[in-house]
């Protein structure tokens, strides 16, 4: 985990773990400096990325890549370690901590 990462597990299924290079699909929430931006909760879409190619945030690919199918995970972490390709064009507050909350729903096999 990146220093200062926070990684705690909120509801954990299949113990199935993804690997690296392994296309998955999650749903998020992010909240920081007191705005909840809720992305593919509110819709019941799902997020398809690659874990471990650098598409998303670091903390995204390490963390992900310890929890199981089904499992809902909190990361927090500073803005810094946190921005990625996935959130340009977002005004997020330099030095703000984030907080991500993750299901991991699928792991294409």
């Known amino acids: 985990m990146l220093k200062g990462t926070q990684y705690q597990y ?3 299924f ?3 773990t ?7 699909n999650v749903c998020f ?4 400096e007191s705005n909840l931006y809720i ?5 019941g879409e799902k997020f398809k990325f690659t874990l471990g190619r650098g598409h998303v945030p670091k903390i995204w690919d390490l963390g992900i890549a310890t929890m199981s199918l089904g499992e809902v995970a909190s990361f927090s972490v500073q ?3 946190a921005i990625g ?3 340009e064009g977002f005004n997020i507050p330099k030095n703000s901590i984030l907080k991500f909350e993750i ?3 699928k792991i294409y096999i």
């Not at 993804?18 to 998955?24: R, V």
């Not at 929430?29 to 920081?32: D, L, P, Q, V």
């Open 103 to 105: 299901e991991l729903c």
């Open 79 to 81: 803005s810094k370690d």
């Open 14 to 16: 299949v113990q199935i």
């Open 39 to 43: 992305f593919s909760h509110s819709t």
């Open 10 to 12: 909120l509801k954990i």
């Open 29 to 32: 929430e992010i909240n920081f």
């Open 85 to 87: 390709n996935l959130f």
């Open 18 to 24: 993804p690997t690296s290079n392994k296309e998955i």
